[in-house]
């Protein structure tokens, strides 16, 4: 059973646009959600995370969404550059119960053409 | 230097066979976790350690087992190995202060045959 869905293998976006990358959720219990890139070769480094009393986060050009009443999280960068070509996973846990225990989306490669 | 370093990077085996994948930190953190990673799957959890003497079971953890050495070191075995370990295993490591914000070693490529 994934708990942490992202129904979109792949997206490619034209350098300078936003690239939305999404993420369902089917545990309502899950309360802060992470988002991690990784390059080819190298392990997944945190890029910004939400906790669920909020709706907005923003860290310079990404920002994460977090629709609570659908369980849906979006990951928003803009513009969009080269250098964020990357497999972008969503993560989400249980604050205070689950010791740091993620559970991650399948990832989603994001390609971003000059 | 890296902070989480993980050792082999690249291993080819065969079906039966130990193998030990060794992972270690500069962080100074007391929390470290296994995950394997395959296509279309994720990153799933196999084992996780709050210290030395705190040991637990994550989603996959069958046909694994794990040793803490010490606070800086988690080494992951599989005891006799099948082709559908084959995958892309990561340790990573947290502080209690922000558990959720793990750091990831460079991972080490599985190869069963």
């Known amino acids: 059973d994934q708990q942490v869905k992202q129904n979109s293998p792949s997206l490619s976006v034209q350098e300078g646009r936003i690239s939305i990358l999404n993420c369902d959720y089917t545990?309502?219990?899950?309360?802060?959600f992470l988002w991690y890139k990784k390059y080819p070769a190298e392990g997944p480094t945190f890029l910004i995370s939400?906790?669920?009393?909020?709706d907005k986060n923003e860290d310079g050009r990404f920002t994460v969404f977090l629709n609570k009443s659908a369980k849906h999280l979006s990951l928003h960068i803009v513009p969009s550059q080269p250098g964020d070509s990357a497999v972008y996973f969503c993560?989400?846990?249980?604050?205070?119960?689950?010791?740091?225990?993620?559970?991650f989306g399948q990832g989603t490669i994001l390609t971003v053409h000059p | 230097d890296a902070d989480v370093t993980q050792t082999p990077r690249n291993r080819i085996t065969k079906t039966g066979k130990r193998i030990m994948l060794e992972c270690s930190q500069t962080?100074?953190?007391?929390?470290m976790y296994w995950y394997r990673q395959d296509p279309g799957l994720g990153l799933r959890l196999i084992y996780y350690s709050f210290d030395v003497k705190d040991i637990n079971k994550g989603e996959i953890s069958d046909g694994y087992s794990v040793s803490r050495q010490a606070q800086a070191k988690f080494s992951l075995s599989l005891e006799s190995a099948i082709p559908n370990q084959t995958a892309l295993y990561f340790c990573?490591?947290?502080?209690?202060?922000?558990?959720?914000?793990?750091?990831f070693g460079p991972g080490t490529r599985l190869l069963v045959l």
């Open positions: 545990n309502s219990m899950f309360d802060y």
């Open positions: 939400i906790s669920s009393i909020k």
């Open positions: 990573a490591t947290s502080d209690p202060a922000g558990v959720e914000t793990q750091y």
């Open positions: 993560a989400a846990t249980l604050r205070g119960t689950s010791y740091g225990k993620l559970t």
């Open positions: 962080k100074g953190h007391d929390r």
